[in-house]
């Protein structure tokens, strides 16, 4: 096996296990169950499922730029995101702090929308493996959002 397949594994057991333990450790519980919730609240089952894709995403695209650049600015934005993906769940489903999360989410967009941006013009196809989390993470922060509103 070539360093290069060793990276990719690693950045998949990495992200899609940590997902993984982050998302098993922070279940939504009766909590998140007894929330008043906006009508386009996805189902419960929708979320590992779109998540485990994200993260395959999410780890293809820190591989690709790790092997284009290194430990660069753009893959320290990479990293950010990350940290503050795996954050979320434990301040939301776990505190409770919603505020708290809604800030997390918002921020991780910024980050994820950084990277697209930083990565667009010398890798196009890694900049767009980060467009639909771009659209899941808007989604799920309008989400958040109203679940503030209305709780």
Do not use: C
């Amino acid at each position: 096996m070539n360093r290069s397949t060793l990276y990719l594994i690693v950045l998949l057991v990495l992200v899609v296990g940590g997902g993984w333990i982050v998302g098993a450790s922070n279940l939504p519980g009766a909590w998140y169950g007894s929330l008043h919730k906006p009508p386009f609240t996805p189902p419960n089952w929708l979320f590992p499922i779109a998540w485990t894709v994200l993260y395959i995403l999410i780890a293809v695209a820190g591989w690709r730029t790790y092997e284009r650049i290194g430990s660069g600015l753009v893959m320290q934005v990479w990293w950010a995101q990350l940290v503050l993906n795996f954050a979320w769940s434990p301040i939301f489903f776990t505190k409770h702090w919603m505020w708290g999360a809604f800030a997390v989410i918002v921020t991780m967009f910024a980050l994820i929308i950084a990277f697209i941006v930083m990565s667009w013009r010398k890798d196009r196809i890694t900049a767009l493996l980060f467009v639909p989390y771009a659209f899941w993470v808007a989604f799920a922060s309008v989400l958040n959002a109203s679940l503030n509103v209305l709780n």
